[in-house]
């Protein structure tokens, strides 16, 4: 049993941009792609940074208000021809991650860095797509039928001791509910360490008995 990849869910081909990519431009792309980050790379797709709204929504926050009793933060510099590029905004050394990473890693990635994206690399360190929380989030779109399959031929299937004939598995939203019997009570926690490690797992309820005493509730 393995996780999905980055591969099965990131966007493919990305848009990317240059460093001398203007303000403007960053912005038309964001809107035309519906997307909310984009990364710089150099001439051989190598990734430089990102820019994100939030680093675009600094230069509008940055802008003169006399109504407001906030301070303006700072923005960046436009250059000597007054243009602001993407080299200006990005944030530099970017979080990436790879194809065959698993969604489960990428995740674990995001949060640890507070991220929503994360550019994708190939072997050669070149950008190939772009992965978001909510490119992350599709496993939990997978049908209640295909998470029971799984749980039944590949997790209770392949645990020695366990007969998948003696254990019921329900489906519904995601949210798994697991009855019958195992031989041995050392093995609940196996089973069910294992049923939330399914893609597309929300929970896993605990009705499981063992030695051949079913639980109660």
Same mark, same amino acid.
């Given at each position: 049993?393995? $996780?999905?990849?980055?591969?099965?869910?990131?966007?493919?081909?990305?848009? *990317?941009?240059?460093?001398?990519?203007?303000?403007?431009? #960053?912005?038309?792309?964001?809107?035309?792609?519906?997307?909310? @980050?984009?990364? /710089?790379? &150099?001439?051989?797709?190598?990734? !430089?940074?990102?820019?994100?709204?939030? &680093? %675009? !929504?600094?230069? !509008?926050?940055?802008?003169?208000?006399?109504?407001?009793?906030?301070?303006?933060?700072?923005?960046?510099?436009?250059?000597? &021809? @007054?243009?602001?590029?993407?080299? &200006?905004?990005? =944030?530099?050394?970017? /979080?990436?991650?790879?194809?065959?990473?698993?969604?489960?890693?990428?995740?674990? =990635?995001?949060?640890? $860095?507070?991220?929503?994206? !994360?550019?994708?690399?190939?072997?050669?360190?070149?950008? +190939?797509?772009?992965?978001?929380?909510?490119? %992350?989030?599709?496993?939990?779109?997978?049908?209640?039928?295909? #998470?029971?399959?799984? #749980?039944?031929?590949?997790? *209770?299937?392949? +645990?020695?001791?366990?007969?998948?004939?003696? #254990?019921?598995?329900?489906?519904?939203?995601?949210?798994? /509910? *697991?009855?019958?019997?195992?031989?041995?009570? $050392?093995?609940?926690? +196996?089973?069910?360490?294992?049923?939330?490690?399914?893609?597309?797992?929300?929970?896993?309820?605990?009705? *499981?008995?063992?030695?051949?005493?079913?639980?109660? @509730?």
């Amino acid at each position: 049993m393995r $996780h999905a990849t980055v591969e099965s869910v990131m966007t493919s081909p990305v848009v *990317l941009v240059s460093p001398e990519t203007g303000f403007r431009e #960053i912005v038309t792309l964001l809107s035309e792609y519906d997307i909310t @980050g984009v990364p /710089v790379v &150099d001439p051989e797709g190598r990734p !430089l940074g990102v820019v994100s709204e939030a &680093d %675009l !929504l600094r230069t !509008l926050a940055a802008q003169e208000d006399p109504g407001s009793l906030l301070p303006a933060p700072e923005s960046a510099q436009a250059g000597p &021809d @007054g243009e602001v590029t993407a080299e &200006d905004l990005m =944030t530099t050394q970017p /979080v990436c991650t790879t194809p065959g990473t698993s969604v489960v890693a990428a995740a674990r =990635t995001m949060s640890r $860095h507070g991220l929503k994206r !994360l550019p994708v690399l190939d072997e050669e360190g070149r950008v +190939i797509g772009m992965v978001s929380r909510g490119d %992350l989030l599709r496993v939990f779109l997978r049908e209640d039928m295909v #998470i029971r399959r799984e #749980i039944v031929e590949e997790v *209770l299937g392949r +645990i020695e001791g366990v007969s998948p004939a003696e #254990i019921g598995v329900e489906v519904t939203q995601g949210r798994v /509910v *697991l009855s019958g019997t195992v031989p041995e009570p $050392h093995l609940v926690p +196996i089973v069910l360490n294992l049923c939330r490690s399914v893609d597309g797992v929300v929970s896993v309820t605990d009705r *499981l008995g063992a030695g051949g005493t079913a639980a109660v @509730g």
